[in-house]
């Protein structure tokens, strides 16, 4: 399977704990976003990376949220101190950048925090 | 306001029947309309690319644009079954004055769809 692949599917942790999040994109595509999905909502845009710089994190991406993607390939996303709301589906998507603007995604990571 | 209104629904049609998708968008920036389909616990997948004003046809999917009236549709012909999800439109701009293109994509609520036999 080609396509984008992430780290875990599902993930339970208490509040105030730290988890991490792995995404490894299409092998070939040298752009990397992650999005944030609550019940009953469209995904919302977090952050993205052109190869391993990161160009633009939305301001819902508080200090505890961190993400990296150190050598251009995969990417990690950080959540510290964890709290309640944080509980949703995490994703992944991949593209070739310009001149396209297709996005494909991951299954995704769904977080609770208890 | 939302940049993208999308109705939620849920729309329940019969198998056979003419769907039709909807959404409205404010920001005059946006180029590139594209429709997702997700199916519950999944990630979102990619069924129609547009860029501006124009009609583009895939199979039984047809996607419009009118970027004069800030409203996109998807039709879907002979809905089956296997069609039922939520379907989601999402919107981008284009490049900056630097040639650089935006990387996010706003994405409106997503309207579940059901065909039933």
């Known amino acids: 399977d080609t396509g984008v692949s992430q780290d875990p599917r599902h993930k339970i942790t208490k509040r105030g704990q730290n988890v991490t999040f792995r995404c490894d994109p299409i092998?070939?595509?040298?752009?990397l976003y992650w999005y944030r999905q609550t019940l009953g909502q469209g995904p919302e845009f977090l952050t993205y990376?052109?190869?391993?710089?990161?160009?633009?994190k939305s301001r819902l991406l508080s200090d505890r949220f961190s993400a990296e993607r150190p050598k251009g390939s995969f990417s990690t996303l950080e959540i510290q101190r964890t709290e309640q709301g944080d509980s949703a589906m995490y994703l992944c998507?991949?593209?070739?950048?310009?001149?396209?603007?297709?996005?494909?995604f991951g299954p995704g990571t769904r977080l609770t925090v208890t | 306001q939302k940049e993208v209104e999308q109705d939620p629904g849920p729309l329940s049609v019969p198998e056979g029947a003419i769907v039709s998708l909807n959404c409205t968008y404010s920001?005059?920036?946006?180029?590139?309309f594209m429709w997702y389909r997700q199916y519950s616990r999944k990630g979102p997948e990619l069924l129609m690319y547009?860029?501006?004003?124009g009609n583009k046809e895939d199979g039984r999917f047809t996607a419009q644009v009118d970027k004069s009236s800030k409203y996109i549709s998807l039709f879907i012909r002979d809905s089956q079954p296997s069609d039922s999800a939520t379907y989601l439109c999402?919107?981008?701009?284009?490049?900056?004055?630097?040639?650089?293109?935006?990387?996010?994509?706003?994405f409106g609520q997503g309207t579940i769809l059901t065909v039933h036999p």
């Open positions: 998507a991949s593209s070739l950048g310009t001149p396209t603007y297709e996005q494909y």
């Open positions: 092998s070939e595509h040298n752009r």
């Open positions: 990376f052109q190869n391993e710089a990161q160009l633009e």
């Open positions: 920001n005059s920036a946006f180029q590139y």
């Open positions: 547009t860029y501006s004003s």
């Open positions: 999402a919107m981008s701009q284009g490049a900056n004055a630097g040639g650089t293109s935006y990387g996010k994509l706003t």
